[in-house]
């Protein structure tokens, strides 16, 4: 199963590099787009190398209220899913971000600092993206850690 977890990084690096050597009015095009799929392409293989995609589902699932914990086993599943989701999210956004300003000083000649100054604005969206879904994960985790608490009261 680490080797989904391995695939998936190596396919996160060739999706960041899709857009050295262009210009960079295509880099702008195309990385954002490539950001996004870069946090993708990581958290996917990860759960499914730890065993967690369904029980990331589930966590989904109990934190809309769509339903019912059968077992605590299953909500400290749900939420040890949640967690390693986030801790996913802000390692493939520090590590898509330094690729990013490799690729803009790789591309850099000197010629204009604007250039520079926008390629590592560019290159910090995929910082910015994993924050944001960090954020959207935390009440979830905090939902899931309440029915925790519910359960074990019950």
């Known amino acids: 199963m680490y080797i989904l977890a391995i695939i998936g990084v190596i396919c996160s690096v060739v999706l960041l590099n899709l857009v050295t050597g ?3 009015s295509n880099m702008l ?5 490539i950001s996004m799929l870069h946090l993708v392409v990581l958290i996917v293989p990860i759960l499914a190398a730890a065993g967690l995609i369904k029980d990331f589902n589930t ?3 109990l934190a809309l209220g769509k339903k019912k914990a059968d077992s605590i ?3 400290k599943r749900a939420k040890e899913a949640v967690k ?4 996913i999210c802000i390692a493939s956004g520090v590590m898509g971000t330094c690729c990013g300003i490799i690729q803009v000083f790789n591309i850099y000649r000197g010629e204009d600092l604007s250039f520079l100054l ?3 604005g560019v ?8 924050l944001i879904i960090y954020l959207l ?3 979830i985790k905090s939902k899931i850690e309440i029915k925790i608490l519910e359960y074990m009261q019950e």
Do not use: M
């Not at 095009?29 to 787009?33: L, N």
């Not at 390693?84 to 801790?87: A, E, I, P």
């Open 59 to 61: 966590a989904l699932k």
């Open 22 to 24: 262009e210009s960079f």
């Open 123 to 130: 290159a910090i969206l995929t910082l910015f993206y994993s």
């Open 118 to 120: 926008a390629g590592l």
């Open 137 to 139: 994960l935390l009440p």
């Open 29 to 33: 095009v195309y990385y954002d787009v």
């Open 84 to 87: 390693l989701t986030g801790n």
């Open 73 to 75: 086993l299953q909500l």
